[in-house]
């Protein structure tokens, strides 16, 4: 959401105003929290009601400001932001304030020009709405864009010159669950998802979990031969640590057909499909073509990755 989404309005005066005409503005409105002051529909400054009767409140004040032009009780360094700025910078933003001007409303604008305010209780209210719609669209475990969110970048993917989709599957990874249970099971989810993170981490790079121990990844090129050996390789290096040292030597473990067969090492398929010989018309054909990938690659055994060719 956007802190422009959220602005009310408040009076605004020009500089040249006196301070009889603000009080005025504040006797009349009681519930009014501050006034923007404007130089050319451009705000640069801010009274408040609390700042502004501090002021006039004091010894001479009444006499020393009243008739006098109002920069004189003007905040000159408010908190101004333009209408397209998220409410999380505007809140960040907001709260590293001096703890004078901590509660002060935040002055938006649209090219710079005076658009409205938004007052600390709204932008945190806002923020928390925003914060819980976010966590709704999120997977409960790796805190990563679930299956809504993935769907959204799938689609916006196609219209991309270039891109490459990353399909992260763990092999083994029910019977791992199976011995261990679903407690340490979510032990290994998080190790890969730190992974993941740390090695698809820039803006242009989506990454999401689809459930259990599919990932997937989205990225605009499509030289992804190197991210995929480091990820494989780091995965590799201590994923046996998850296991007790006797259950990878001797347990027999029952496949999904029932047959037993020696307890095998967690690893990791990697397919990669792009659309630099293939196109792709709907986020349908580009799911089929992951999913097809993927079963190939999981033939193989250990931690591997597979790209579309020509």
Not at 10 to 27: G, H, R, Y
Not at 261 to 266: G, H, K, N, R, S
């Amino acid at each position: 959401m956007k802190i422009g989404e959220v602005i009310e309005s408040v009076p605004c005066i020009d500089v040249s105003v006196k301070n009889k005409e603000v009080d005025l503005l504040f006797t009349q409105n009681q519930t009014l929290r501050g006034i923007v002051v404007v130089q050319d529909s451009k705000p640069i400054g801010q009274i408040t009601r609390t700042h502004f009767y501090q002021k006039i409140g004091t010894r001479y004040g009444y006499n020393l400001f009243m008739g006098r032009q109002s920069q004189l009780v003007i905040k000159n360094n408010p908190l101004m932001v333009e209408s397209n700025v998220p409410i999380t910078e505007v809140s960040t933003a907001s709260m590293q304030r001096p703890a004078e001007d901590l509660y002060d409303d935040v002055i938006v604008t649209n090219n710079g020009f005076f658009l409205g305010v938004v007052s600390i209780r709204n932008l945190l209210l806002k923020l928390v709405e925003t914060q819980v719609a976010i966590a709704s669209f999120l997977n409960p475990l790796s805190y990563l864009p679930g299956n809504k969110l993935i769907d959204d970048k799938l689609g916006e993917a196609l219209q991309l010159p270039k891109y490459s989709l990353v399909y992260f599957d763990l092999d083994y990874f029910k019977a791992y669950n199976d011995t261990y249970g679903f407690n340490r099971g979510d032990k290994v989810l998080l190790y890969l998802t730190d992974i993941l993170k740390r090695n698809v981490a820039s803006a242009e790079e989506f990454l999401g979990h689809i459930g259990g121990d599919d990932f997937i990844a989205i990225l605009p090129y499509y030289e992804v031969e190197p991210t995929c050996q480091t990820i494989i390789d780091e995965f590799d290096a201590k994923i046996t640590d998850f296991y007790e040292l006797e259950d990878l030597v001797e347990l027999l473990v029952p496949n999904r057909v029932g047959e037993l067969e020696p307890f095998t090492c967690t690893s990791i398929s990697i397919a990669v499909i792009t659309n630099e010989y293939q196109q792709f018309e709907t986020v349908e054909q580009l799911s089929d073509a992951v999913a097809r990938l993927k079963k190939e690659c999981k033939k193989i055994s250990g931690s591997c990755y597979l790209i579309n060719d020509k």
